[in-house]
């Protein structure tokens, strides 16, 4: 069955460092996308960035990158110059024969 | 404005007592689906419809009903809501290309005492 592990229940960065966020998945599916959605504390999700596995190259989008690596299934999402308002829970998703599946988050504080 | 609209927003009562949390959605999107999300287990799928008259479980049916009688809606349906069916429910629809992402409602605070 398809899966999304997301190994760190919760990261702190410094404001204006990198930081990245680990997303492992899951499929026998050739065809598949990876998101990540934003989740601050009033409760809404944000989608940040798309990836599909045929891909050539990772995805970015403003401060967000997302590292890629299809051997070893990974979708790690990193953001630069962090900020104050970083600060939220951001999960990682799978798309795949018009299903999603979620992995359980990951909780990040940015520091000032 | 493309937005799906999920009601009530906050819902606080008790054990046995059915419950409907309607979402509907302007942006003609085929999928649809519900989601509950508790701390340390992220969204949780709970029913899916690719289309009208099409639904499917996800990982935690049990105690849910749905229905998908058009296009735009997508009612979740408690019919005997449980303590332990306290959560944040969310609503989703997207297209079925795969690289559309999912748009979501605002979330459904539900508190079954």
Not at chain 1, 40 to 65: H, V, W
Not at chain 2, 18 to 45: A, F, I
């Amino acid at each position: 069955a398809q899966k999304i592990t997301q190994t760190q229940p919760g990261m702190f960065v410094q404001e204006k460092e990198a930081v990245t966020l680990d997303c492992t998945y899951d499929t026998s599916d050739p065809s598949y996308g990876l998101f990540w959605y934003k989740q601050p504390s009033s409760g809404e999700m944000i989608f940040l960035i798309y990836q599909g596995s045929y891909d050539q190259q990772n995805a970015t989008e403003g401060r967000y990158s997302l590292n890629f690596q299809k051997a070893r299934k990974s979708a790690n999402l990193v953001i630069s110059a962090s900020q104050l308002g970083d600060s939220a829970m951001y999960f990682c998703a799978m798309k795949y024969n018009n299903d999603m599946r979620f992995g359980a988050g990951t909780r990040l504080t940015v520091k000032p | 404005e493309a937005q799906v609209t999920q009601n009530p927003r906050y819902l606080i009562t008790v054990t046995g007592k059915k419950l409907t949390v309607t979402c509907s959605q302007n942006m003609n999107h085929e999928y649809m689906s519900w989601y509950r999300q508790d701390p340390g287990l992220g969204l949780r799928q709970i029913y899916y419809s690719m289309n009208v008259e099409v639904t499917d479980k996800g990982d935690v049916p049990e105690g849910y009903k749905v229905s998908r009688k058009e296009k735009r809606n997508f009612p979740l349906i408690l019919e005997s809501p449980s303590p332990n069916q306290t959560s944040l429910y969310f609503c989703a629809s997207s297209d079925r290309v795969r690289a559309q992402p999912q748009h979501f409602g605002d979330g459904t605070r539900l508190s079954i005492l």
